[in-house]
């Protein structure tokens, strides 16, 4: 199985190619630069591995929710590279592959996940591993801190960069959760990790399928809002 991962949701832009378990990783804090680091760097783990697009088995991009731009750049992106190369293609919830990094960094198995969505809100979702999946038990949603969907025990790790934007949530999470871990964002290599089985189970989707995923359709607060 041989897999090109890659996620612009937030202000990391990072990439991964997938060869049978075995993953190379490239990542920079892009800021607004995500379209002039992503294809390099997908091009660069090619040619390191010494791989043509047209011999892998699929494209996995990082669907959302996140930055709108950055969801825009995934998908344009791995519609062009999948044309390119004849291959399927796959989106990754980004709150699935935060709950990934939690499980493949910390073996946490329950897990609140959150992102800034700005606008004094968050993108969040309850996510349970069971039998090596993720069920979503809640989400995922865009809401105030305050309304994310806790958990009724308190044996979940809360994890993402929203805790850290909003100190209402990190208190809130402080009292419903066994713990919180702000350095985390949704990373290629889980979301490889994620979709390598679903390219196995044969879930890749032809390149014109590719879609981001919102949930918000609101872009910026009105002058009077702010």
């Not at 590279?81 to 980004?94: C, F, R």
């Not at 591993?129 to 969907?149: D, H, I, M």
Request: aromatic share 6%.
């Amino acid at each position: 199985m041989r897999l090109i991962a890659f996620d612009t949701a937030t202000e990391w832009c990072t990439a991964a190619l997938w060869v049978d378990g075995e993953v190379s990783l490239r990542e920079e804090r892009a800021g607004q630069r995500h379209s002039e680091l992503l294809v390099p760097m997908v091009m660069d783990l090619l040619a390191e591995a010494g791989l043509k697009l047209n011999q892998l088995d699929g494209l996995a991009y990082g669907m959302g929710p996140g930055s709108f731009t950055g969801l825009r750049i995934a998908c344009g992106v791995a519609q062009g590279l999948a044309l390119g190369g004849d291959v399927p293609v796959l989106g990754i919830s980004t709150l699935e592959a935060l709950a990934e990094e939690a499980w493949i960094a910390k073996g946490a198995d329950r897990v609140l996940a959150c992102l800034d969505a700005r606008m004094n809100e968050v993108y969040a979702g309850l996510y349970q591993r069971q039998a090596s999946q993720w069920s979503c038990l809640a989400g995922p949603v865009v809401c105030p801190p305050e309304a994310a969907p806790m958990p009724v025990a308190q044996d979940f790790l809360g994890i993402g960069p929203g805790f850290a934007a909003y100190p209402r949530l990190m208190a809130l999470g402080g009292e419903r959760l066994a713990d919180i871990d702000i350095q985390f964002c949704p990373h290629a290599r889980a979301i490889a990790q994620l979709a390598a089985p679903r390219f196995a189970g044969g879930e890749g989707l032809p390149p014109e399928a590719a879609e981001p995923l919102y949930i918000r359709d609101k872009v910026a607060l009105k002058i009077c809002e702010r």
